[in-house]
C-alpha cells in the first residue's frame, strides 16, 4: 500500500492548464512575434492536454489497483456522459462546420477525433483509461511507451515514418481510421500511467531542486520544438520526445509546493476547456454585431484576453449553477462534520509516518460518531484503501455501503459470523489458539490478521508462542496476511510507561524476526494507533490505525472534524430564589435568564456535564446549570442577550473542543464522541 501524496498543487495548475488551450486556440502572440507565438501554442501548450491525462492516472490507477479495476467504471461513466452531453452542446456548431459522411466518419469523430476539435480529450482518456486498466501492471509501462513512439512517428516526427514506404504506408492506413495520433491509442496511455507512478512517489519539499530540473527540461522541451519546426518534420506538433519528462518533473515540482487542496478549480477548469470555442465564436458575432472586429478580434492578445475572461466567468456561473445547493441546518441537533478538516487531518497523519507506510482508517464504533459511511467514502477519495471496524456487521455495513479496499475486523468475531465475512471479503482478527481453531473449522478460506499481546492483555497470542503464530500461518484453510498488536500507553510520557511501550514493539519485532527466520512471510505489520503515530512515527511497519486523531483529536497539528449544535428551544426568566430543573438543583441567587437546549442525554450528551459543563451562544460561554435531562438541557444565558428561542448552541467545536468537554464529563473524546446518539444528524461539509 501506498501514500497519497498532496494534491494541492495540483488543483492550483488545473486552471493555468486549461488556459493554455484557450492560448492555443486563439494565438495571443502572433500580432507580436510568430516565433514566440509558436512557442506559447505549439510547444508550451503542448503540456496542458497531458496535464490532464496524468492527473486522472495520479488518482484513478491507485484507486483500481486496490479496489480492482471496476473502481474506475463510475468515472468512465462520468465522462462519457460529460462528452455526450458536450457533443450536444456544440451540435450546433459541428453541424454549421460540417461533419463526416457515413458510418465510418461518425466512428472517428465518437472514438478518436472527437465531435467537436477540442473535444477529442474525452474519448482520448475514455480509450486510454480502458487500455490501460486492461493492461496487466507490468505491461503497461513497456506497452504505452512504445504506443507513444509510434504516435510521435505519427505526429512531431512523422517526416521520418515518410521516408519509409512501409512505415508511409502503416501511418496511411491509420490516418484512415482516425485524423492523428493525439488519442486514446498512442497519446493518452503513457500519461496516464506516469500519473499512476507519481501517485506512488513520496511528495519532497526541495522546491528549488524540482524547479531547476522543470526549467531545464522546459528547454529540452523548446529546443526539439524548434528543432522539428526548423527541419519541417511534423505532420501535427503535438507530441514530443521530451514531453513525458516535463510531465514528470511538473508534477514533482507541483507535489513539492505543499499548497492546500481546491477541489473549487477542479470543475472551474473543466468548464472553460469545454465552453472556450462557444464563445470564440460568440465573441466574433458580438465584434462583427457591433463594429469592434479590430479591437477584439484584429488584436490577438486581447482576443486572446477578451475570451479567458469570458470563459472564467461563463466557467464560474457555469459552476456556480450545477453546485448543489447546502440543506438548511437541521431544526433540533446536528453535528457538522468539516471534510476539509478530514482532509488536512489525513496530510499531518501522512507527514508523520514513513513513506511506504500507509494508512488505516478506523471507523469503527460509526466513525467515532462522525458516521462511518461517509468518512469512509471521502477517506477513500484521499487514497486510503484500509479500514478498521470492530465487528463483523460494521465491516458488512461499509461493503453494502460500496466501500472497497481492505476492512480489518478488529474484534473477535465467532462461527455464526464467518459465512458473512467471507461473503463480504473482510479480514478477521485471529484471536487466540482457540479462535483459530474455529477459523479453520469453518471450511472455507478466510482472511486473516493474527493479533499478538505485547503486555495489553486483550485479544492475541503470547509474543513468546511463536510456534502457536507461526501455526496459523501454515493452516491450509487460513490467508494469514497480517500481524499486528496494540500499543496499551503510547500516550503517556512517564518513564516506566515509556520503557513499556518498547518492550512491546521489542517483543512485537522480535516475533516478526522469528516467523521471518521459519521462512513465514508475517505480512503486513501494524502497531501504531493515533498516539503511536505520535510518539513512535518512524517504525518500520506497513501500516499505521489512525482513529481518535484521524478526527482531530488528541494531537496538536490537527484540526477537529465534528462540531456538535442544537437550537435554543426556549428562554425563562427567573426570579432570585427560583429553582429549576429534576431535583430543583440550581437556584437563581439572581434576576436569571435560562436557555432550554434541545439536547440531552438521549442524544449522547454526558448527563454529567450538569452544573459542570458549557455552551457557546453567540460565541460566548454559557454555564450548563441543573441537571442534564434526557431530552433538554439548561444554560445561564443572563450576560448574552444574543441568546433567543431559535439560535445556535455549540456543545462541541471551536473554543470548545472534544477534549475539554470530556474532561468536565470525567471521561475520555473516544467515549464522548462514539456516544453521538441516532438523533444526532450528521450533516457533511466542505467548511474551509
Not at 89 to 107: D, I, T
Not at 554 to 571: E, M, Q
Not at 657 to 673: Q, R, S, W
Request: aromatic fraction near 8%; proline fraction near 7%; include cysteine.
Amino acid at each position: 500500500m501506498s501514500r497519497s501524496p498532496r494534491s494541492g498543487g495540483l488543483d492550483w495548475f488545473r486552471l493555468p492548464a486549461a488556459l493554455l488551450v484557450v492560448a492555443n486556440h486563439t494565438s495571443p502572440l502572433l500580432a507580436f512575434s510568430p516565433e514566440a507565438d509558436h512557442v506559447l501554442t505549439q510547444i508550451l501548450a503542448r503540456v496542458a492536454v497531458p496535464f490532464f491525462l496524468t492527473v486522472s492516472g495520479y488518482f484513478l490507477l491507485p484507486k483500481a489497483e486496490r479496489e480492482g479495476r471496476r473502481a474506475v467504471c463510475p468515472f468512465l461513466r462520468r465522462t462519457l456522459l460529460l462528452y455526450l452531453c458536450a457533443t450536444l452542446f456544440y451540435l450546433p456548431l459541428q453541424l454549421y462546420k460540417g461533419h463526416r459522411p457515413g458510418l465510418l466518419g461518425a466512428l472517428r469523430d465518437l472514438v478518436f477525433d472527437g465531435t467537436f476539435y477540442h473535444l477529442w480529450y474525452f474519448p482520448a482518456l475514455l480509450v486510454g483509461l480502458s487500455l490501460v486498466c486492461l493492461l496487466p501492471r507490468r505491461a503497461r509501462w513497456p506497452v504505452s511507451a512504445l504506443l507513444y513512439l509510434m504516435g510521435l512517428l505519427g505526429d512531431s516526427y512523422y517526416a521520418l515514418a515518410a521516408a519509409f514506404p512501409p512505415l508511409r504506408i502503416c501511418y496511411d492506413v491509420l490516418f484512415h481510421i482516425f485524423d492523428q495520433t493525439r488519442n486514446g491509442l498512442f497519446l493518452a496511455p503513457l500519461f496516464l500511467v506516469l500519473g499512476g507512478a507519481l501517485a506512488h512517489r513520496p511528495s519532497t519539499r526541495n522546491r528549488s531542486a524540482r524547479l531547476a530540473a522543470l526549467i531545464g527540461a522546459l528547454l529540452l522541451l523548446l529546443a526539439e520544438g524548434r528543432m522539428v519546426f526548423s527541419l519541417a518534420l511534423a505532420r501535427y506538433s503535438t507530441m514530443y520526445l521530451s514531453l513525458p519528462l516535463v510531465l514528470w518533473l511538473l508534477f514533482r515540482f507541483l507535489q513539492s509546493l505543499d499548497l492546500p487542496p481546491r477541489p473549487g478549480l477542479r470543475p472551474l477548469s473543466t468548464a472553460v476547456y469545454l465552453l472556450h470555442p462557444w464563445l470564440i465564436v460568440a465573441l466574433r458575432g458580438f465584434a462583427h454585431l457591433t463594429g469592434l472586429t479590430t479591437l477584439l478580434m484584429d488584436n490577438d492578445f486581447l482576443h486572446f484576453l477578451a475570451v479567458a475572461c469570458l470563459s472564467l466567468a461563463a466557467g464560474a456561473l457555469f459552476c456556480r449553477f450545477l453546485r448543489p445547493r447546502p440543506s438548511p441546518a437541521p431544526a433540533c441537533c446536528w453535528a457538522e462534520i468539516d471534510l476539509s478538516a478530514l482532509r488536512h487531518n489525513l496530510g499531518a497523519l501522512r507527514a508523520r509516518i514513513p513513506p511506504e507506510c500507509a494508512l488505516m482508517a478506523v471507523v469503527k464504533a460509526d466513525g467515532y460518531g462522525h458516521g462511518a459511511v461517509q468518512i469512509a467514502r471521502f477517506c477513500a477519495g484521499e487514497g486510503v484503501g484500509a479500514f478498521a471496524v470492530a465487528t463483523v456487521n460494521e465491516g458488512a455495513t461499509l461493503r453494502r455501503a460500496g466501500i472497497k479496499g481492505d476492512i480489518l475486523v478488529l474484534g473477535r468475531t465467532f462461527p455464526p459470523e464467518f459465512s458473512e465475512a467471507h461473503r463480504r471479503n473482510l479480514i478477521l482478527t485471529v484471536a487466540d489458539p482457540v479462535h483459530a481453531e474455529e477459523l479453520a473449522a469453518f471450511g472455507k478460506s478466510l482472511r486473516l490478521h493474527v493479533a499478538v499481546d505485547t503486555g495489553m492483555h486483550r485479544l492475541g497470542f503470547p509474543s513468546s508462542e511463536v510456534d502457536a503464530v507461526a501455526a496459523v500461518y501454515r493452516a491450509p484453510r487460513l490467508r494469514a496476511e497480517g500481524l499486528f498488536t496494540h500499543l496499551c500507553a503510547a500516550d503517556s510520557d512517564t518513564p516506566s510507561d515509556r520503557a513499556f511501550t518498547h518492550s512491546q514493539i521489542d517483543a512485537f519485532f522480535a516475533l516478526a524476526a522469528n516467523l521471518k527466520a521459519r521462512g513465514i512471510d508475517p505480512g503486513v505489520l501494524h502497531i501504531q494507533a493515533s498516539a503511536g503515530i505520535y510518539s513512535c512515527p518512524a517504525l518500520p511497519c506497513s501500516l499505521v490505525r489512525p482513529g481518535l486523531a484521524l478526527y482531530g483529536v488528541g494531537s496538536s497539528g490537527l484540526r477537529p472534524v465534528l462540531t456538535l449544535k442544537c437550537r435554543v428551544a426556549a428562554i425563562h426568566v427567573l426570579a432570585p430564589g427560583d429553582t429549576a430543573g429534576y431535583g430543583r438543583t440550581f437556584t437563581a441567587s439572581r434576576p436569571t435568564r435560562l436557555a432550554v437546549l434541545s439536547i440531552g442525554y438521549a442524544d449522547g450528551f454526558p448527563r454529567a456535564l450538569g452544573g459542570r459543563g458549557h455552551a457557546l451562544i453567540a460565541g460566548k460561554s454559557a454555564p450548563i446549570v441543573g441537571r442534564v435531562c434526557m431530552d433538554q438541557t439548561l444554560c445561564d444565558v443572563t450576560a448574552i442577550p444574543a441568546a433567543v428561542p431559535g439560535c445556535e448552541a455549540v456543545l462541541i467545536g471551536s473554543g470548545l473542543d472534544a477534549a475539554a468537554v470530556a474532561g468536565a464529563a470525567e471521561t475520555i473524546p473516544n467515549e464522548l464522541l462514539s456516544r453521538l446518539g441516532v438523533r444526532v444528524q450528521r450533516v457533511y461539509r466542505m467548511l474551509s
